[in-house]
T-cell receptor
C-alpha cells in the first residue's frame, strides 16, 4: 500500500542554519505530495505542495521538489529562524474511483535555538 | 468566518461523562475527517465523511460516535472514555475529487480524561 517515510527527529539547529528534512514515499500511480507544519498548540497547516514530477513547491522560504526517480520530496530551507520550531509532516494524496486518501508521515520535530 | 473551527479548544472529562466535540467548516468542502493525535504516535485517522455519509471507520471503539448532519458540521460524541483516550483531536476538511488541494485542519480539541 501507499506509505510515507520521513526522518526521525528531533532535529536541533541554530538560527540561520540550513535545514533538510528527508521524505520518501511509496505509491501506485501519481500522487500529489505535501508538507504540513504544526506549531505548538495548533492543528496542521498546509505549508507547500507539488502535484507532478519535477514540480517545486515553495512557501515562507521552504522548498521541496517532487523527485519521481528517487520517490522523494525533501523539505529544505536555507536559513531557519526560531519561529520555524514546529513539527513537520510529509504527506501524499492519491486518487481513486472511490475518492482519495491522504497518507501522513510520522512527523519530524524541529527545534531552532537562538 | 473562514477555515475550520473546532470547539471547545480544551476539555477535561471524567470517565463517566458524556461530551461532544464540534467541528465547523466554511470552505464549501464536502469531505470531513476526525484524527487523533497522541504524544509520540503518528496521526490516526478515525472517521471519514463524504457528502455527509460515513465512508471510513478505522476500527474506532464505540465509545466514540461521530455525527455529520450536513457537509459543514461534524461532531464527535464521547462517552465512558478511558485515560488512554486523552489526546489532541483534529478535524479536517477537503474537496472530494481534488486530491491536489490538500486538507484544511482545525486547531484541535485537547482532551484530558481523568
Amino acid at each position: 500500500g501507499d506509505s510515507v517515510t520521513q526522518m526521525e527527529g528531533p532535529v536541533t539547529l541554530s538560527e540561520e542554519a540550513f535545514l533538510t528534512i528527508n521524505c520518501t514515499y511509496t505509491a501506485t500511480g501519481y500522487p500529489s505530495l505535501f508538507w504540513y507544519v504544526q506549531y505548538p498548540g495548533e492543528g496542521l497547516q498546509l505549508l507547500l505542495k507539488a502535484t507532478k514530477a519535477d514540480d517545486k513547491g515553495s512557501n515562507k522560504g521552504f522548498e521541496a521538489t517532487y523527485r519521481k526517480e528517487t520517490t522523494s520530496f525533501h523539505l529544505e530551507k536555507g536559513s531557519v529562524q526560531v519561529s520555524d520550531s514546529a513539527v513537520y509532516f510529509c504527506a501524499l494524496s492519491a486518487g481513486n474511483t472511490g475518492g482519495f486518501k491522504t497518507i501522513f508521515g510520522a512527523g519530524t520535530r524541529l527545534f531552532v535555538k537562538a | 468566518e473562514t477555515g475550520v473551527t473546532q470547539t471547545p479548544r480544551h476539555l477535561v472529562m471524567g470517565m463517566t461523562n458524556k461530551k461532544s466535540l464540534k467541528c465547523e467548516q466554511h470552505l464549501g468542502h464536502n469531505a470531513m475527517y476526525w484524527y487523533k493525535q497522541s504524544a509520540k504516535k503518528p496521526l490516526e485517522l478515525m472517521f471519514v465523511y463524504n457528502f455527509k455519509e460515513q465512508t471510513e471507520n478505522n476500527s474506532v471503539p464505540s465509545r466514540f460516535s461521530p455525527e455529520c448532519p450536513n457537509s459543514s458540521h461534524l461532531f464527535l460524541h464521547l462517552h465512558t472514555l478511558q485515560p488512554e483516550d486523552s489526546a489532541l483531536y483534529l478535524c479536517a476538511s477537503s474537496q472530494e475529487g481534488q486530491p491536489s488541494r490538500g486538507y484544511t485542519f482545525g486547531s484541535g480539541t485537547r482532551l484530558t480524561v481523568v
